[in-house]
């Protein structure tokens, strides 16, 4: 946490580039989401005051905060976002990968015979293979006219 969110290394670029391609792999950002709730709920050694210290509530307001971290002994200020941050970051990762194993699963020729082509998406005939109730209407708009 002290080298991506620390308060004298954001202005770097390498380390913001570095931190979003941590941020777009799920364990990176499940393993940072659960660290800062530990951090918030669980009973843990204090070193700014250098005892135990137990852990408080973790709700919905600790969920959406983006708090700062003081680090007496060292000086240091980091400035992690928020843990919801990180869920979103999961879900929306999540939603990619489905979609490019969709679409990769398509065009990339398998066992089950050819390929599709690079656009498949774009055409007509290939939602109206997923979704054939679709052309059952179409065929019965085109006979009643």
């Known amino acids: ?7 004298n290394m954001s202005w770097r670029f390498y380390i913001k580039v ?4 941590l941020e777009c792999t799920p364990t990176y950002s499940f393993s940072v ?3 800062l709730m530990s951090l918030i709920a669980s009973k843990r050694f204090n070193y ?7 852990g408080t509530h973790f709700g919905y307001e600790e969920y959406i905060w983006e708090r700062t971290i003081v680090v ?4 240091d200020v980091m400035h992690p976002p928020s843990v919801r941050h990180f869920v979103r970051n999961i879900q929306e990762t999540t939603v990619f990968f489905v979609i490019a194993f969709w679409y990769f699963d398509h065009i990339l020729s398998s066992n089950r015979g050819v390929a599709y082509p690079l656009l498949f998406p774009f055409t007509k005939s290939y939602w109206l293979s997923v ?3 679709l052309r059952k ?8 006219v």
């Open 72 to 75: 007496k002994t060292t000086h």
């Open 1 to 7: 946490m002290k080298l991506f969110y620390a308060e």
């Open 18 to 21: 570095i931190t979003w391609c």
């Open 33 to 35: 989401a659960f660290g």
């Open 48 to 54: 700014n005051t250098v005892n135990w210290v137990d």
């Open 131 to 133: 979704f054939p109730f």
């Open 137 to 144: 209407e179409e065929n019965l708009s085109e006979e009643e």
